[in-house]
């Protein structure tokens, strides 16, 4: 089924997120959790840590009895301080770590040979999170530092989204198989939100009919068959009970995607080239997961470069252009299709909007780097 216009990339977008609507928060364990989206604020119980604890191994004192201790003026202490190490709460009365070269111990006797300022070394009770203090905003996907920061609020679950998502291989795919396609949206789907995807292909559009019916997912990817062969017929899909939103985007490559509501359920049309799929999936898949989990925003890592030789774009389409890094340079990789042995090559991509002409060879451009899940 050929698409029957090519909307603007911006417009896509607009049209796919008003259509989507957030899953239902369930309670997760933290084990659970990584790549979900918090569903509700998350504050610290208590005071973390609860008591001054040390930041460094050494002789537990008071700051204020050291005042002027140096190697020529030793200090006496009384008693023998108490060696903490790293964790251990601070005894009573005690403000600052001492390095352990700074202490020299006598028989019974001590004395310090340096000074230094109170909580030198110290974490102050509440130093991590005061009690009440918001440690995830509703919103936030709860990477690897959020986890490390309920944990140490003794967080043992969170409200949290996280969609379902099936994805569906149809279509010829002489370039892919066996499911070279399917099996990359799953990947980038699974690193992106950390959602389970079930995975299946469809022999015909009876097949993706069938699949389609039984679906119990949020949401259904679609790789393959979108494009003006006749066994092209992912779109066909939405004639029995479903919606076609559009079918053609303005992005090269990509531009036979599509969008629309089989069933209240959204389902995301993808072409059955690899990087097509993936770059669609860039600038379409992972807004659409966003929308499902109602997350604030997607962290894209750019880095600065120039370009080893230049790109010429066709005003009228968005673009993704794959590169290849070398430093500070960005090496465009092939032309307008990227053969399979080069994916592995992918370190990042040139966004070309409708307007841009593409960038002369020497130029300083933005690469976004792929995802860490590539």
């Not at 799953?186 to 009919?209: F, W």
């Not at 393959?224 to 303005?250: I, K, M, N, R, Y």
């Not at 770059?279 to 997607?298: I, M, N, Q, S």
Request: with cysteine.
């Amino acid at each position: 089924m050929r698409p029957r216009t090519f909307i603007p990339l911006d417009a896509a977008l607009a049209l796919m997120t008003a259509r989507v609507r957030p899953v239902p928060a369930r309670r997760m364990a933290l084990d659970d959790a990584a790549n979900a989206v918090l569903a509700e604020a998350v504050a610290s119980l208590s005071d973390q840590p609860t008591t001054a604890i040390a930041l460094a191994d050494g002789w537990a004192v008071s700051a204020a009895h050291l005042s002027g201790a140096d190697p020529y003026a030793p200090m006496p202490l009384s008693p023998t301080p108490a060696f903490v190490e790293i964790g251990d709460p601070m005894p009573e009365g005690c403000d600052a770590v001492l390095p352990f070269e700074a202490v020299t111990v006598i028989g019974p006797f001590a004395q310090a040979t340096a000074d230094l300022a109170p909580g030198r070394g110290v974490l102050p009770a509440g130093g991590h999170a005061r009690a009440g203090a918001i440690l995830g905003e509703a919103g936030a996907r709860i990477g690897p530092g959020l986890i490390a920061a309920l944990r140490s609020a003794r967080v043992e679950g969170v409200q949290a989204r996280r969609a379902r998502i099936h994805v569906i291989t149809t279509g010829g795919h002489g370039l892919g198989r066996p499911d070279t396609t399917g099996a990359l949206i799953s990947a980038m789907i699974e690193g992106h939100c950390g959602a389970n995807v079930e995975h299946d292909a469809a022999d015909g559009p009876e097949d993706l009919a069938r699949l389609l019916a039984s679906c119990a997912a949020d949401a259904v990817f679609v790789v393959g068959g979108t494009g003006e062969g006749p066994s092209d017929q992912s779109a066909a899909a939405f004639a029995d009970g479903g919606e076609l939103v559009f079918h053609g985007v303005g992005l090269v490559p990509g531009e036979t995607s599509g969008f629309g509501l089989h069933a209240g359920r959204p389902m995301l049309l993808l072409p059955g080239r690899p990087d097509a799929a993936f770059a669609a999936f860039l600038v379409l898949g992972r807004p659409l997961l966003d929308a499902l989990g109602e997350a604030k925003r997607t962290i894209q890592s750019v880095r600065p470069a120039r370009l080893a030789r230049k790109v010429v774009s066709a005003p009228g389409m968005a673009e993704i252009r794959f590169v290849r890094l070398r430093g500070a340079v960005a090496e465009p990789l092939a032309g307008p299709a990227l053969p399979l042995g080069l994916l592995g090559s992918i370190d990042g991509y040139l966004f070309l909007p409708p307007e841009s002409e593409g960038h002369p060879e020497g130029a300083e451009v933005a690469v976004h780097l792929v995802p860490a899940a590539w």
